[in-house]
């Protein structure tokens, strides 16, 4: 076990680079505005079950699903990146199209869990794990991110409060067009491995 000690910080590291929860904080935050602490709490969780629902299920079942459905890695991730531009866009932009008429927080949990959290960055990195270190070392990894990943959006508002409403909406807007620029990459990759 003394030697998986390094392999588990390094996968941590690296998944938690790539699941980048200080990123989702001011998104977060502006989906759930004026919600109870008890759902902020509970979108928290459906963020970092569907993340971690994901993660692990690409590492357990690795290519399976891709044989299955007859899809590639490549087309993942084209498709996960026009996902992940639609976001950016919408953060660089200012523009609320994930939120319900009413304002309700409801699909807070699932747009922050995917494609924000855990989109083809993130299943490629686990996908890659798996290969060098086998199943254990990436299960633990996912582990410890996914509760530092839920701490950081448990107390998201207290984030957005001690860093300030300015501060806050220009990072959303400078890590938006950040998003949009990370997913136009990840489609330009999915094209040249389709090509």
């Known amino acids: 076990m003394q030697g998986s000690i390094p392999a588990i910080i390094y996968a941590f590291s690296a998944l938690f680079v790539i699941l980048d929860p200080l990123l989702s904080v001011p998104i977060f935050t502006t989906m759930v505005k004026g919600a109870s602490v008890a759902e902020v709490r509970k979108q928290a969780l459906i963020a970092v079950?569907?993340?971690?629902?994901?993660?692990y299920f690409f590492l357990f079942?690795?290519?399976?699903?891709?044989?299955?459905?007859?899809?590639?890695?490549?087309?993942?991730?084209?498709a996960g990146g026009i996902l992940l531009f639609i976001l950016g866009m919408q953060?660089?932009?200012g523009i609320d199209i994930?939120?319900?008429?009413?304002?309700?927080?409801?699909?807070?949990?699932?747009v922050i869990g995917t494609p924000l959290l855990c989109g083809p960055g993130a299943i490629t990195t686990v996908l890659l794990l798996a290969n060098?270190?086998?199943m254990v070392v990436p299960a633990v990894a996912i582990a410890l991110s996914l509760v530092a990943t839920w701490i950081i959006l448990r107390f998201?508002?207290?984030i957005q409060r001690l860093l300030g409403d300015c501060v806050t909406d220009i990072m959303a807007k400078v890590l938006g067009m950040?998003?949009?620029?990370i997913a136009v990459k990840i489609i330009a990759e999915g094209?040249?491995?389709i090509l």
């Open 132 to 134: 060098e270190y086998g």
């Open 61 to 78: 079942f690795n290519f399976f699903i891709f044989d299955v459905l007859g899809i590639d890695l490549p087309s993942f991730q084209v």
């Open 98 to 110: 994930s939120r319900s008429k009413d304002h309700t927080p409801t699909v807070a949990g699932v």
């Open 91 to 93: 953060m660089a932009l």
């Open 191 to 193: 094209i040249m491995g």
């Open 49 to 55: 079950s569907v993340a971690g629902f994901l993660l």
């Open 178 to 181: 950040l998003v949009a620029a």
């Open 156 to 158: 998201s508002g207290h």
